[in-house]
């Protein structure tokens, strides 16, 4: 899980290290040749002194013009060492740039995060952040531009169910996405958290396009013993769902309704999802993403936000090597990301933690 985007981001925290210790082995041999040359300015020092003692001393056996003008003479070495104590005492300048990473390891490290599906912004501006820094606190660095990229309001899908149930006698929860991206499992999935949570459920069974979705949605219900709504293929999906919600009055709970796997490219497809939205005005839209699909993932939350959606569950994180495709979401849009879809267990839908999601990222 993460693994390239892990080694990508640990990459660049070496590079930083690696850099600052350089640094620090070339600043202690400045040291160790300032403190030579410092002993050897001290020893010059004495030396000058003890010379001007002695001088002194003379000067001091000798009377009139003479003594007073041979006096004035051996002041100027006492100047003159007056001045390199005076220049030694000024703080020496530290060379800041030194601890920078460079610009082309900022390029490399931006084309790394782009290869792991970070999508071209969000990689420049995470190089943006680091530029110019510290590279002793590079990590730390890291770690807050993650967080602050991946962070948002916490949300309780279940409170929420149960606040609507409590105002109206019943809930509508509809998810809709791209074919394949996990979408009926994460249904029965999230009716497992919620049957847990002692919640009355329907599942919506209006996918009549796709061969065997409705047979899938039934082996769901079967095995978690949760009610089904379902149609004949090549039915009207508003139909079921709207069917589905008079079932879910009568129970007084939720109705968790399964749309066409339609390609946002499909006209029709759209406007059938238009028609089932304006029909039974669900109470919440859960847009499903496949965290496997790469850059498109982006393209699939623009042209579904025509439709608008409420929140987002990513699927198959747990086989997700490259793992950039989650900080693209965030930028590209700020609705929350419920959870994630880990292993193939009904409970295997993990709450989305931030904090959580960057640790496995950078240790």
């Given at each position: 899980?993460?693994?390239?985007?892990?080694?990508?981001?640990?990459?660049?925290?070496?590079?930083?290290?690696?850099?600052?210790?350089?640094?620090?082995?070339?600043?202690?041999?400045?040291?160790?040749?300032?403190?030579?040359?410092?002993?050897?300015?001290?020893?010059?020092?004495?030396?000058?002194?003890?010379?001007?003692?002695?001088?002194?001393?003379?000067?001091?056996?000798?009377?009139?013009?003479?003594?007073?003008?041979?006096?004035?003479?051996?002041?100027?070495?006492?100047?003159?060492?007056?001045?390199?104590?005076?220049?030694?005492?000024?703080?020496?300048?530290?060379?800041?740039?030194?601890?920078?990473?460079?610009?082309?390891?900022?390029?490399?490290?931006?084309?790394?995060?782009?290869?792991?599906?970070?999508?071209?912004?969000?990689?420049?501006?995470?190089?943006?952040?680091?530029?110019?820094?510290?590279?002793?606190?590079?990590?730390?660095?890291?770690?807050?531009?993650?967080?602050?990229?991946?962070?948002?309001?916490?949300?309780?899908?279940?409170?929420?169910?149960?606040?609507?149930?409590?105002?109206?006698?019943?809930?509508?929860?509809?998810?809709?996405?791209?074919?394949?991206?996990?979408?009926?499992?994460?249904?029965?999935?999230?009716?497992?958290?919620?049957?847990?949570?002692?919640?009355?459920?329907?599942?919506?069974?209006?996918?009549?396009?796709?061969?065997?979705?409705?047979?899938?949605?039934?082996?769901?219900?079967?095995?978690?013993?949760?009610?089904?709504?379902?149609?004949?293929?090549?039915?009207?999906?508003?139909?079921?769902?709207?069917?589905?919600?008079?079932?879910?009055?009568?129970?007084?709970?939720?109705?968790?309704?399964?749309?066409?796997?339609?390609?946002?490219?499909?006209?029709?497809?759209?406007?059938?999802?238009?028609?089932?939205?304006?029909?039974?005005?669900?109470?919440?839209?859960?847009?499903?993403?496949?965290?496997?699909?790469?850059?498109?993932?982006?393209?699939?939350?623009?042209?579904?936000?025509?439709?608008?959606?409420?929140?987002?569950?990513?699927?198959?994180?747990?086989?997700?090597?490259?793992?950039?495709?989650?900080?693209?979401?965030?930028?590209?849009?700020?609705?929350?990301?419920?959870?994630?879809?880990?292993?193939?267990?009904?409970?295997?839908?993990?709450?989305?933690?931030?904090e959580k999601i960057v640790k496995k990222m950078l240790d």
């Amino acid at each position: 899980m993460f693994g390239f985007i892990k080694k990508s981001l640990k990459g660049i925290v070496k590079k930083f290290e690696k850099s600052v210790d350089k640094n620090k082995v070339k600043k202690d041999e400045e040291e160790i040749v300032k403190e030579n040359n410092t002993e050897k300015t001290k020893v010059k020092r004495k030396m000058v002194c003890w010379n001007v003692k002695e001088v002194n001393k003379e000067l001091n056996l000798k009377k009139g013009k003479e003594a007073k003008i041979n006096e004035h003479k051996t002041e100027e070495p006492i100047k003159e060492t007056t001045k390199e104590m005076e220049e030694e005492k000024k703080p020496k300048k530290r060379g800041f740039f030194s601890r920078q990473i460079s610009e082309k390891d900022l390029q490399k490290f931006k084309l790394e995060l782009v290869k792991a599906n970070v999508s071209f912004d969000v990689a420049e501006e995470i190089a943006d952040k680091l530029r110019d820094k510290d590279g002793r606190n590079i990590k730390k660095l890291l770690r807050n531009e993650l967080l602050s990229l991946l962070e948002q309001e916490e949300f309780s899908i279940g409170t929420f169910i149960k606040g609507k149930i409590k105002e109206q006698g019943n809930c509508m929860v509809l998810f809709f996405g791209y074919n394949g991206s996990g979408k009926t499992t994460t249904i029965a999935r999230l009716g497992y958290l919620l049957k847990e949570q002692k919640i009355p459920i329907v599942f919506a069974a209006a996918d009549t396009f796709r061969a065997a979705a409705i047979e899938q949605l039934s082996a769901h219900a079967d095995n978690l013993k949760i009610d089904i709504v379902k149609h004949k293929y090549g039915g009207d999906p508003a139909a079921v769902v709207f069917d589905a919600k008079k079932h879910a009055e009568a129970i007084n709970g939720v109705v968790l309704a399964d749309t066409a796997g339609r390609l946002h490219s499909d006209k029709n497809l759209m406007e059938e999802l238009h028609k089932i939205l304006r029909i039974n005005k669900p109470d919440m839209t859960i847009l499903v993403l496949d965290s496997l699909t790469g850059s498109d993932i982006l393209e699939q939350i623009e042209k579904f936000g025509e439709v608008d959606f409420d929140a987002l569950i990513l699927t198959k994180v747990d086989v997700n090597e490259k793992g950039g495709a989650m900080l693209s979401v965030k930028q590209k849009t700020d609705k929350p990301i419920l959870f994630l879809g880990m292993g193939q267990e009904y409970k295997d839908l993990e709450k989305f933690d931030a904090e959580k999601i960057v640790k496995k990222m950078l240790d």
